[in-house]
């Protein structure tokens, strides 16, 4: 990724980051959305939620949980994301981490969702070992990527996923609504 869209979009920052959390709050809405729906997290449970960027899909699974952990690197797509959720802020938490450093306890979430940026993390195998730390026996992981922009093969993931020791794994593609839509790679799995 070059440096003007990886300030836009994969670390997003100033001003082009506020532009590209514009951005992907229109384009990638359908598939926050979509991700929150599949996984289906109930009243009771807790979600955390890695690089929400600006914070549709957490949102959305404030709107369903109990309680919804954001963790992103970008101090800007917090801000974004803190705005977004300020009706429901009493149930959001926002913590400026990494897929690879969440900062949260052993077993405390119940779901985990990743949008968009399983493709940006610097090391999938620490990533993924950190997810499963802190997902509670039985917790679910869904992931989903672009095909297209952040280009990242299922089958890869499927294995890196399996060697972390999560099981009940199925992938599947994902086509969002709309004619300027890009196909997503999506995946599940819980811990068992
Ligand atoms: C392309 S944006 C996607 C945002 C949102 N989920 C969406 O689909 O619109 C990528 C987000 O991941 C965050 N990010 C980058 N590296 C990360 C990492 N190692 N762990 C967690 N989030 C990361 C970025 O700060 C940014 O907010």
């Known amino acids: 990724m070059n440096e003007v869209l990886d300030r836009a979009f994969g670390h997003p920052r100033g001003l082009l980051g506020r532009l590209g959390g514009a951005l992907m709050?229109?384009?990638?809405?359908?598939?926050?959305?979509?991700?929150?729906?599949v996984a289906a997290p109930s009243e009771a449970e807790t979600v955390l939620i890695i690089g929400p960027g600006p914070g549709v899909g957490l949102e959305a699974a404030a709107r369903r949980a109990a309680r919804?952990?954001?963790v992103d690197p970008s101090a800007d797509m917090l801000a974004l994301c803190r705005q977004r959720c300020a009706a429901l802020i009493d149930r959001v938490d926002l913590v400026e981490g990494t897929a690879e450093q969440t900062g949260q306890e052993d077993g405390s979430a119940d779901v985990v969702l990743s949008v968009n940026n399983v493709q940006l993390w610097p090391d999938r195998t620490a990533g993924f070992a950190e997810l499963f730390r802190v997902l509670r026996p039985g917790g679910r992981l869904l992931l989903s990527g672009h095909e297209k922009w952040l280009p990242v093969a299922r089958h890869a993931l499927a294995a890196e996923v399996t060697a972390a020791g999560f099981t009940d794994l199925q992938t599947w593609r994902w086509e969002p609504p709309g004619p300027f839509s890009a196909l997503a790679a999506q995946l599940r799995a819980v811990k068992p």
């Open 68 to 70: 919804v952990v954001g």
């Open 25 to 37: 709050a229109h384009g990638n809405a359908a598939t926050e959305h979509h991700v929150v729906e």
